[in-house]
């Protein structure tokens, strides 16, 4: 007796997978398969150590343990289990058996009579080969065509076929005895060693072999029943090469991608025809076409692996994009691309979340819509951040306390609700900071996407998301976090910018290393912007720095932008400056257009700005009005 080893788990169990380092790493978890977002690659199971693991929080409860555990639960042995006892002189009974339980059927068939060998010479199967492969039996006086299933010699299971079954008709047009074992009709007579043709029903594996191809089998009940694996598994096994004539349906489709899974693409070639199935094509075209069909039939694609001359050259000049608003982001980085992940990095307060805020103006300008989640602000905060950086400093009005002399912004109440009509429906926030927890903050991001069309992410900041305590350590569950909204930018083709703080050094001597956390969240990003704040002085700006802001004619330098990484288009090491205004909450330079005309359509008749400007509805603009004093 022998168990399984862990590749023939995997196999076995989980079909598609990868090997990193000590581990088999199958596309979806045996256990969860991926719960319902169907997430890939959650799952190791570590073939040196032989212990198992699957990062999903909602997956088994015993999501991790030793390789022993993980085969019980499917019934299985561990070889590994098996070697130990048999060095220690003990032994063990297979928990599953080869056949599981079946009722075995009544052996009362007989050879096929002139009437089932008519019925097979109306679809073009010749008497050979239909008295070598099918049975009669005789049900209240009427003859029923019989497939006898065989496993390993011993008849395990009778279907039984009507062959006066008419279309519409109440009676059942095939049905099998209760109780018998699932397995492959014919897979007792094939050759492991030879290709073999898998078909979705009995009729069109004898199509296949009236075409001259006898090594086929077909499945016990249509597209949707796998039983069959379990129980010829050890045969299944041996097979080295499977070709696939399924049939031309959605269902056929289906089981044909089912099958490329559970077998491995690189064991399946497939059946390219035209017409529903393997009969039909014997009926219309005749054997010699159905044999060159199965001869020309061509190698599964295997998942991942795609031909170079097939790609579609990526012409960089028509990304899929929209503007940031900022000159040296739009013309260097080219913008927000879809699809991309971009890291924002730099020390608490250098300007990140100011710089990301102020580009979703920008974005809803050109009808983008945005999802946002800020760990770090309220909604009510977020929205006065961000309402001051729309209004601009126009429209944005002083407050100061009579008792602390404390100096606070907001904007005025016309232009809060003209603001208000403009970007409803574009900007949705993720507001539940009870809980934070990365799965459902992906979960709501997905849903953003699919119901809200939001192909714009801003999650601000890595250090507040709640991670599940399983992952491991805290840089492995942010760099596996990373990957899953990079994939989730890739699959949807929307744009993720993440916020990441930087570890503690010189703001000055920054590269994509210093970035906080594991070295693969840079590695994962397509761009990395880095921002960094200038002391009063101008102090922490190089020599060549201080040239470049004194070409820009700024009365002072509050931070400096660089790009670090930029996957699209290469270039690196720019930078820009910027000084930031404290009333509107906007960065500027020469170069950034802070006139925001979009929303001020929404501005009622007679409305006076911050300047004492008023808003002439009629003619869409502001009119100067003379005034003594400020109003406001």
């Not at 002139?114 to 005789?138: A, C, H, M, P, W």
């Not at 489709?253 to 059946?271: H, N, Q, W």
């Not at 992940?341 to 580009?359: A, D, E, H, I, P």
């Not at 606070?408 to 232009?415: G, I, S, V």
Request: charged share 30%; hydrophobic share 30%; net charge negative.
């Amino acid at each position: 007796m022998r168990g399984l080893t862990e590749k023939e788990f995997i196999e076995r169990y989980a079909g598609e997978y990868r090997v990193r380092g000590d581990e088999y790493e199958p596309k979806y978890c045996p256990l969860c398969h991926g719960g319902k977002h169907k997430d890939k690659y959650t799952f190791g199971l570590n073939f040196k150590k032989h212990t198992y693991q699957c990062l999903r929080g909602n997956c088994d409860p015993d999501r991790k343990g030793t390789f022993k555990q993980l085969c019980e639960k499917f019934g299985e042995v561990a070889e590994y289990y098996l070697e130990f006892l048999e060095k220690n002189g003990k032994t063990i009974e297979k928990v599953n058996p080869v056949k599981a339980e079946y009722t075995k059927p009544k052996d009362d068939l007989e050879v096929s009579n002139d009437e089932v060998i008519q019925y097979f010479l109306n679809r073009g199967i010749s008497k050979e080969v239909t008295t070598k492969y099918t049975y009669v039996k005789k049900f209240k006086n009427r003859t029923v065509c019989c497939f006898k299933f065989t496993l390993d010699g011993e008849h395990v299971m009778t279907k039984y076929r009507n062959i006066h079954y008419k279309e519409g008709s109440k009676e059942a047009k095939e049905n099998q005895e209760a109780g018998g074992l699932s397995v492959l009709w014919n897979i007792d007579n094939i050759d492991f060693d030879m290709p073999v043709i898998i078909t979705e029903g009995m009729i069109d594996a004898l199509s296949v072999i009236e075409a001259g191809y006898d090594n086929v089998v077909s499945v016990p009940s249509g597209c949707n029943n796998f039983k069959w694996i379990d129980n010829c598994w050890d045969k299944i096994k041996k097979v080295k090469e499977w070709v696939l004539y399924t049939d031309n349906d959605t269902p056929g489709e289906k089981m044909k991608e089912d099958l490329i899974t559970k077998f491995g693409a690189e064991k399946c070639s497939i059946v390219n025809h035209d017409l529903k199935d393997a009969n039909e094509e014997l009926l219309f075209y005749g054997k010699e076409v159905v044999a060159d069909f199965i001869k020309n039939a061509t190698k599964a694609p295997i998942s991942g692996l795609i031909d170079i001359s097939e790609v579609t050259l990526t012409d960089l000049n028509k990304v899929d994009r929209i503007y940031t608003g900022f000159n040296f982001l739009d013309r260097y980085l080219g913008g927000y691309i879809f699809p991309s992940l971009n890291v924002w990095t730099g020390k608490r307060g250098s300007g990140k979340s100011t710089m990301l805020y102020q580009s979703i103006i920008k974005a809803v300008e050109q009808n983008c819509n945005i999802f946002v989640y800020t760990g770090e602000l309220d909604s009510g905060l977020f929205k006065l951040w961000l309402y001051n950086q729309i209004a601009t400093d126009r429209h944005v009005l002083e407050f100061e306390d009579t008792n602390t002399r404390l100096v606070t912004f907001k904007p005025t109440d016309e232009a809060t609700g003209a603001i208000d009509k403009w970007i409803e429906k574009h900007l949705w926030l993720y507001d539940d900071k009870m809980t934070n927890k990365e799965d459902e903050l992906i979960e709501k991001m997905q849903q953003a996407y699919e119901r809200y069309d939001c192909r714009l992410f801003i999650l601000d900041n890595l250090t507040t998301i709640k991670f599940n305590p399983n992952k491991g350590g805290k840089y492995e569950a942010q760099s596996e976090f990373t990957d899953r909204i990079r994939n989730f930018a890739l699959r949807n083709k929307v744009c993720v910018n993440l916020v990441v703080h930087p570890r503690k050094g010189n703001a000055k001597e920054f590269d994509n290393d210093t970035v906080g956390g594991s070295g693969d969240i840079t590695n994962l990003a397509f761009s990395v912007i880095n921002i960094r704040r200038v002391d009063d002085e101008n102090e922490d700006l190089t020599e060549a720095e201080l040239k470049e802001a004194d070409k820009l004619r700024l009365e002072r330098i509050d931070s400096v932008a660089e790009i670090t990484k930029n996957r699209y288009f290469g270039m690196t090491g720019l930078k820009d400056y910027f000084t930031f205004n404290i009333r509107d909450k906007r960065f500027s330079n020469p170069a950034i257009q802070n006139n925001i005309k979009d929303w001020e359509s929404n501005l009622p008749n007679g409305y006076k700005d911050r300047l004492g400007k008023i808003y002439n509805n009629e003619l869409t603009e502001f009119e100067e009005y003379e005034v003594e004093e400020c109003p406001f």
